[in-house]
Structure formats: C-alpha cells, structure tokens
C-alpha cells in the first residue's frame, strides 16, 4: 500500500486521516463516528444492507418506493413533519436507493444532532404503525414521476435500464433496474410494504455514521438512548447470490430507433466487485480512458478523427459491491457521421488498452484526477458518513475507507492491462445502439 | 420495544461565522482569500467581467464558444499538451459564462492550485484560437446545443425569457444561446470577444487552506501581464409586468409529461427586499414542505417535484415556477399552481412556515457551505453584488429577524399571479384544450 509508482504522483499514505471510532449496540446496530471540529456541522447517516438486489420477481421498484415511504411519517413523527423539522432546524436531507442499498442522510447544524438521530430512531423503530393506504398510493405516484421525469421522457434516459438485462442474466439481483416496471410498481399492496420493513429495517442491518461537529462519547451514548430499544430481527435472508462464473461467454447487441437527436453508442462490460484489486484497476482504467479531455477516448475519436461529440464522451464504473460491477463507455456521434463509424472508432481505443500499453503519463494523469476526485468526495462531512456507512456495510470495517486512494495510486500499466485482458474483450461486450427516428431532424 | 416519544430540545448552537478572508493585490487585481483549514483541496477561480450580457445581438453563444475554445491550446503549449500539463496536476478547467461574469475555475490539492492557477490563467489571458480550431468548437457546440435542446426544458425557458424580456434585447435571448445564434457566431467574433473582455486583470477567488498557499504568488499568476481598468456597472433593467396571463406552448409530441416553466420579473439582486423575498419564495416553493410541493407532490401525485424562487443578476430578476407534470393533469397542476401563487400573494405566510423559511435558509449557510468550491461561489457573490466581507453574518441575522409583516409585504410587492407568463413543454394534442383556460394561448416558434 502506498508504494511510489511515478515520480511526481504525491502518495496519500491514507485517504481518511480523520479520526475513526466505532462501537455495536446490543441489538446489532453499528456506530461510526468521525469527529471534525472545524465547522458547527453534523451529518447523521444510516446504510440499510438492502437494495433492488433484494426484490423477488414481480416486485420490482419496491425497495426504493420503501425509501419514499420512509418520509412520510412514523410513529412519534406525523406525515410531512419529518422534512419540515430537518429544513427547519436548518438541515438538507435526501435518501438514494441503489441494486446494493439504501441510505439516508442529514447534515445539520450540529445542535440539531439529537433531533436527526430521533427521527430516524423513530423510522427505523416505528414506521409500520404510521403506514397508510394513502401515503403509499400517493408515493406510488411521485415515483411513477419519477420515472417519466428520468428515464422515460428523456432522449437516452432509459439506458441504464437496457443495459443491465444485457449485462446480468436472467435471475441475477443486478438484472432489473432499481426504479423498478410501472407495472410492478401498481401493484404495489401496502402489506408488502409492512412486511418489507419489518424484514430488512432492523438495527442489525443497518450501520449508523455520524461525522463532524461532534465527540464519539456523545455519540454513542445518543446512539444507545434512542436506537438502543429497537429489536433486533433474526435470521435477515440474504439477497440472492451474485454469483458469476465469470465474463459473459458471448456478446450482446441491442438497437434503439427513439426520438433522439443523434446515434448514440454505449459498451459496456461485467468487471470485478467494488472493493476488489481489479476493481480498482478498472477504476484507472476508466480514467485512462474516458475521464478528462487528456483520455484516450477524447483524444482519438473527439479530437483526433473527430467522430464523436466532445461533450458527450466518457467512461465509468458502475460501484457495485456484490457482483462484477459494470463498465460503460459511451460516446454520441457528431454530426455526419454514422453509427457504424462511431462504433468501430470505440471498439479500437477499448481494443487499445489490451494491445497498446498505457504509459507512464496517463498513469499519472489519471491518478492526479481520481486523488482529486477522492478529496472532493471526502470534503463534506454528508461526504465523509456516507463513505464510511459504505466501508463498514460492505467490508466490515470504516478504516479500509483510507485504503481506496492508496491503492488506486498503486495500480500498475500492468495491473490495466491485465484487467483489459481480462474484462474487455469483444467476446464479453454488451453493445447498445441509439439511432434517431428521421436522419438529420431537429428539435 | 420503547421509542423515545418526545421529541429533543436543540442544544447549544456554536456561532456562525464565514471563513477569514485575506486579500492580496498585484498588477491592478485581487487575490481573495477564503481559509478553510484542514481542506485537502483547493479551489482558484479567475473571476472576468466578460458575461453573456456582453455578446452582440444575434451571435449569443460567443463567450461560450470562447470558454470551450480556450483548451485547445495556448500561445506555449497545444491542446494535447495543454490537458496533460494540467489534468497531470489532477485539475480540469471548468470556464462558465453567466449573466454577470466569465469564470474559470480550478480545483487541485492545495500543493498544486498554484501550477493549475497558472495553466488556467495561460488558457484565459493566452489561448491559442487559431480559426479552425474555432470554428470546429462552434460547430460542436450547435451540434451540443441541439442535443441539449431536445431534452425537456431549455426550448421552455428560452420561450419564457423570451416573452419576459422581449424588449430588453440581450436579456430577451437565451444565456447560451441558441442552435441558430451560435451556428452565426464567426472567428472573428469569439477573437474581438477575447481581446475586448478578457485581459483585464479581474479577481481571483481562493478557497482552501492558507497555511498551504502562498497568495503572491496565485496573483502572480493570475494577473501577470493584464491591462485595463475594471469597467463602470451598467445600470438596472426597467422593471415591467403585464396586466395579464399570457400562455405560451411549446409543442412536444409523444411527451409524458409536461413541463411546466411558470414565471414573471422581479427585482434585481440589489434589491433591498432580498431576504423578505427569498423567505417568502422558501415558502411557496423553496423548501421540500413548501406549499407548492406540499400540494402538488404530496397530496396530489401530480410531480416527482415543483419548485418555486427568484433568480436575481446584477441587472435583472424574474420569478419562476418550475415542474415536470404527468401530461394528463396538465390543467389540474396549473390550476393549483396558480392558486398558490395567488394564496401567498394576497395572504401572505404564516409563522410557522416562515420559522421553516428562516431556519432552513440560516443554516444553510453553514450546512450548503463546507467545500471550497462553495466557499468560492460565495466569495464571488460579494464580488459581483459589491457587498461586504460580513455579508453573510449579516445575512443570516437578516434571515433569522425577518417578520411575518416584513415577509407577506415582501410577497405581496413581488408575486404577480395575474401577470404570470405560463410557458408549458409538452404534447400538444393533448394538452391544447386544458391550456386555453389560462389565458391568449399561443406557440412558441423556438
């Protein structure tokens, strides 16, 4: 860890050096605590070890219309109070729900951070009760919403939802996506819901972090006042397994003629697991590649042949933690030139990180960018919580928060090619194509 | 299992202030500081007096041309050399036109803002330009314009601006303009733009740890072989608001769902009635239990979200409604956003609500403010609103004082539901009949 792998690379012997301390409830609940004076604020967050890798056929969309359901009252909280007493103490709030988990956050002004951990106390210990026919079918709504405002009414907005039915086969927990079918999502019944909750939100499939403006001593004894009570729920089933005997076997290959303004291509391929060595491999990888106007993607086919439009250009990793998480690449075409074209110009630069070694100035570049990018994510503290509630949830211990940039400044031009070798190869491609309706219409 | 049943009492809240600032000066510009101690990264941010506003009619789009042109080399280094030298530091260029300035930030760990400041003022003070560099960028950003265009909500905006401003030239065009003006702008333009508003020394803005940064030397860098003065502020638009509603669709076939831009002037950012403005505007549609979203969202099922505020440039301000609404309640979600606006006009806020308002926005200012960037942003507000280095204890004072009075005053003055633009994306076929209940329903041609 931590080695000089370039000489003007500066090497974080730590990417977390603020102070970690943690305990564990009697009923399972974990406890996080970073403490940052520097500024009068607090962030509180709980990861719940369940996402849209948990829902059964039929009911997809469930966990993360369960997240919408979490704001609209509880027990000792009435309906629409649990907002109003975040933003009028000052407090910004959401939740997100991914295949992997869900989570929940405040930042606050740090006198507040009694109110933050009540309410959510009071959520995770009392929802059922303030559970109503009415609020789930006005939820129902907002999420169908949701859905038209971010995937269906958007030119490429459904992507996403495309690309992992190619990716993960049949059965797999990544194979749906986390929004969930309209479908399923109507015959939502609020029994389900009840159930749901007293499934997975227990305080032993939960991890609670608290950052900044606050002592681990106060903390814990808040933590054990209000969370303290709540019943552990045994035997928590596991998601199915992710499982993957691994890269596909044969390609995948799907063509879109939708109301968009120009062919749009996206490859995508199965990785390793966040949290892996060859993830992190794939993570500089994606950075040599796509990230920044020095990637190969931008300087070949934006700059160099000049067949795909420079805003629209990139590649990324999808983090997540349990199964091979996916790489996209994607690119848009510029104006005259076909589908063909752009696809055959990124088949060649993705082919290039398995032939054509990456060299010691992309390696740094890319390294410059992602310490950056770790620093950005890590300079609030709602950054910091979440960041440790992902540590401890997914790898059993916060501390190995400070080992991501570290080993990502380890990665070797070896280490990419051998996670191109591995992973990107033609025979394991998932190939999505947009075509717009009428050649050269405009809106 | 016991829950604790009461809800807790808040506990000694520590003080609030902005971070210390420091200025530093050196061939005619100005360092300023922001220290955040403890910060890995940092953030510089060349502040221009070079806005949107500055771009002759017919080619807007030409100071964006001009930010996206500035890396494709410099008089020392070419494009591929140029993102290497910098991207080798960890840092991108992120250039920005708005109403009010040109901005070209950076952002590294501090130990290298210094090299990145100089690699961003190179791009900005000394860009290559060559013509056919020029012209391809134009042409990639007709092209970006196009793609932006087709997605729910720029052909909206542009067709309220365009009626709200309709007789105040610049204003009355979109801030990027649009694909036809910018397929106009020439080399020749984005050249005479460079060469008459961007070699003035300027601000730069800094936000990280000072202990790690040596100021005389980000001026330095920054202002070195600058010229000019800094330029006279133009004065205010008039203010105008029509006597009645006027409805302007924007056909979107196959739409699922229609968007809804809601909107008329307001006052500029220099108004003395900002704090009781932005309260009221938190009230009817800023906070999450706003009385838009309250209804719109919560009770009706109608939106994912609907939000309500002003936005308010040096010379100009509008008030605007903004959604996403599923197609088949068009008219029922105008209606009810119409009744709110009118409700909050003639009645004003409640206590309780304004406590919400007064809070959520004084913190804020403290939970919204912890990055470098942010305090960046912050520190360029006081730079182009011309207001004091503890404007933002004062602002939250002004936040936390403010009255019911002083507040409904403030919404009574400033919402105009009867002079409201009503600007809606959507399918046409469906939604036409619904929208002429609203008033003059005519089409836009953007």
């Known amino acids: ?443 | 299992m016991t829950l604790i049943t009461t809800r807790p009492a808040p506990g000694t809240a520590r003080p609030y202030a902005f971070p210390a600032i420091h200025r530093v000066t050196a061939h005619g510009g100005t360092v300023i500081a922001a220290h955040l101690p403890g910060q890995v990264l940092a953030t510089a941010v060349l502040l221009l007096d070079a806005s949107g506003a500055r771009e002759p009619e017919g080619r807007e789009g030409t100071a964006t041309v001009l930010a996206k042109s500035l890396e494709e080399g410099t008089k020392k280094r070419d494009s591929a050399a140029y993102a290497l030298a910098l991207e080798g530091l960890g840092a991108e260029l992120s250039p920005s036109v708005d109403w009010d300035a040109f901005r070209v930030g950076v952002s590294a760990p501090a130990p290298r803002l210094a090299g990145a400041v100089r690699l961003a003022a190179e791009a900005a003070r000394t860009p290559k330009l060559d013509p056919s560099d020029v012209a391809r960028v134009r042409d990639d950003e007709v092209t970006a314009l196009r793609m932006d265009w087709a997605q729910p909500g720029p052909r909206a905006d542009a067709a309220l601006r365009a009626d709200l401003f309709a007789a105040e030239g610049r204003y009355s065009r979109p801030l990027h303009g649009d694909p036809t003006s910018v397929a106009a702008v020439t080399v020749d333009d984005v050249l005479a733009f460079h060469q008459e508003w961007m070699l003035r020394p300027g601000v730069l803005l800094v936000a990280g740890d000072l202990d790690g940064l040596d100021l005389a030397e980000l001026a330095e860098a920054a202002f070195a072989d600058t010229t000019g003065q800094a330029l006279a502020l133009d004065a205010p638009l008039r203010l105008s608001v029509p006597a009645k509603p006027r409805v302007i669709l924007v056909d979107r076939p196959g739409s699922v769902q229609s968007t809804l831009r809601i909107g008329h002037r307001a006052p500029e950012r220099a108004t003395p009635d900002y704090v009781p403005m932005t309260l009221a505007a938190t009230v009817l549609g800023g906070a999450f239990t706003s009385r838009l979203n309250h209804l719109i969202r919560e009770v009706k099922g109608y939106t994912y979200g609907i939000r309500g505020s002003y936005a308010m440039t040096r010379r100009a301000g509008r008030f605007e409604v903004a959604a996403g609404v599923q197609t088949a309640v068009t008219g029922p979600a105008i209606l009810d956003t119409l009744g709110e606006i009118r409700r909050t006009q003639a009645e004003g806020v409640t206590e309780a609500e304004l406590e919400v308002a007064r809070s959520w926005r004084a913190g804020q200012l403290s939970v919204e403010m912890q990055t470098p960037g942010a305090i960046a942003g912050a520190l360029a507000s006081l730079v182009v609103h011309g207001l004091p280095d503890d404007y933002y204890e004062t602002l939250r004072r002004e936040y936390l004082e403010a009255t019911v009075e002083q507040v409904s005053a403030a919404a009574g003055r400033h919402l105009a539901v009867d002079g409201l633009t009503l600007v809606v994306e959507g399918d046409g076929e469906k939604i036409k009949a619904d929208l002429a209940e609203f008033g003059d329903l005519t089409e836009a041609t953007v």
């Open chain 1, 1 to 443: 860890m931590g080695r000089v792998t370039s000489p003007t690379a500066p090497v974080a012997t730590t990417g977390y050096p603020w102070p970690i301390e943690t305990t564990r409830l009697a009923n399972g609940l974990r406890v996080v605590v970073s403490e940052d004076r520097t500024a009068p604020v607090v962030c509180v967050n709980l990861w719940y070890d369940v996402g849209s890798r948990h829902e059964p056929p039929g009911q997809t969309g469930f966990a993360h219309l369960f997240e919408h359901l979490m704001f609209e009252g509880s027990q000792h909280v009435k309906k629409t109070e649990h907002m109003k007493l975040v933003q009028g103490n000052g407090g910004s709030l959401n939740a997100t729900t991914n295949p992997d988990r869900t989570n929940y956050f405040e930042s606050m002004p740090s006198e507040h951070l009694e109110l933050a951990l009540w309410l959510e106390a009071d959520r995770l210990g009392g929802l059922v009760p303030a559970l109503t026919q009415e609020t789930l079918d006005n939820q129902r709504e907002v999420v169908k919403n949701e859905r038209r405002q971010r995937y269906d009414n958007v030119p490429y907005g459904d992507a996403w939802l495309r690309l992992l039915p190619l990716l993960y086969p049949q059965g797999h927990p990544y194979h749906h996506a986390t929004i969930g079918s309209m479908e399923d999502l109507n015959a939502a019944s609020l029994d389900t819901f009840k159930a749901f909750h007293q499934q997975y939100y227990a305080p032993n499939n939960c991890v609670l972090t608290v950052a900044g403006d606050a002592s681990p001593a106060e903390v814990f004894a808040l933590a054990e006042k209000y969370f303290g009570a709540i019943d552990t729920v045994p035997d928590i089933p596991p998601a199915p397994s992710g499982h993957l005997a691994g890269p596909a076997g044969e390609p995948a290959r799907e063509t879109v003629t939708a109301a968009v303004p120009a062919p749009r291509i996206y490859l995508s391929h199965r990785t390793y697991p966040f949290g892996s060595a060859g993830y992190d491999a794939i993570t500089v990888l994606a950075t040599v590649l796509g990230s920044g106007r020095g990637s190969r993607l931008y300087q070949r086919l934006a700059d160099g042949k000049r067949i795909a439009q420079p805003d629209y250009i990139g590649s990324y990793g999808v983090d997540l933690a349990h199964a091979p998480a996916p790489l996209i690449i994607t690119a848009t075409a510029k104006d005259g030139v076909d589908a063909g074209t752009l696809e055959a110009g990124l088949v060649e630069v993705v082919q290039s990180l398995i032939d054509e070694p990456v060299t010691e100035d992309e390696l740094n570049r890319a390294k410059a960018l992602l310490t950056t990018s770790w620093w950005r994510q890590v300079s609030t503290v709602g950054g910091r919580a979440d960041t440790l509630g992902r540590y401890t949830t997914q790898f059993g211990d916060p501390a190995t928060a400070g080992h991501r940039l570290p080993a990502w400044q380890a990665v070797t031009a070896d280490d990419i090619t051998e996670a191109a070798v591995n992973t990107l190869q033609p025979s394991s491609r998932v190939t999505l194509t947009y075509l717009p309706e009428k050649s050269g219409e405009e809106s």
